[in-house]
């Protein structure tokens, strides 16, 4: 049904800034939370942060909480993670996803559409 391309990965500096981009198709956008999740290498993926449908309630890994935040463009189906302040531990390849309501979650299994992923490297 909905279908995500997200963007703006790419090779950083630790402390640089990076901003991800994620566009929606299909579906109704807004009726959906939006999260960010990543996997690192030899890692299990693992949430970063998620937004709820209207874009007030946000919540984040206690590992990005006050580094990185998270927004949405209703109007442009996009969702977007700002990064700032990044870290060598922060590498890792970054999906968009879709929760299956509009509420946000942290839990993976709660997502039901993916995209294709957007590699995240920091050095130091």
């Known amino acids: 049904q909905v279908q995500l391309v997200g963007t703006g990965g790419g090779s950083v500096q630790a402390g640089d800034s990076l901003r991800l981009s994620c566009t929606a198709s299909?579906?109704?956008?807004?009726?959906?939370?939006m999260g960010w999740l990543r996997q690192a290498p030899g890692k299990e993926r693992e949430f970063v942060a998620v937004?709820?449908?209207?874009?007030?309630?946000?919540r984040y890994a206690d590992s990005v909480r006050d580094r990185f935040t998270i927004s949405r463009d209703n109007a442009e189906n996009t969702a977007y993670l700002q990064m700032n302040s990044l870290k060598p531990e922060d590498t890792a390849v970054y999906y968009c996803?879709?929760?299956?309501?509009?509420?946000?979650?942290?839990?993976?299994?709660?997502?039901?559409?993916w995209g294709q992923g957007t590699q995240v490297t920091v050095s130091s």
């Open positions: 299909g579906g109704t956008f807004s009726r959906h939370a």
């Open positions: 937004i709820s449908g209207g874009g007030v309630i946000k």
């Open positions: 996803a879709t929760v299956n309501s509009t509420y946000p979650s942290h839990s993976i299994s709660d997502y039901d559409t």
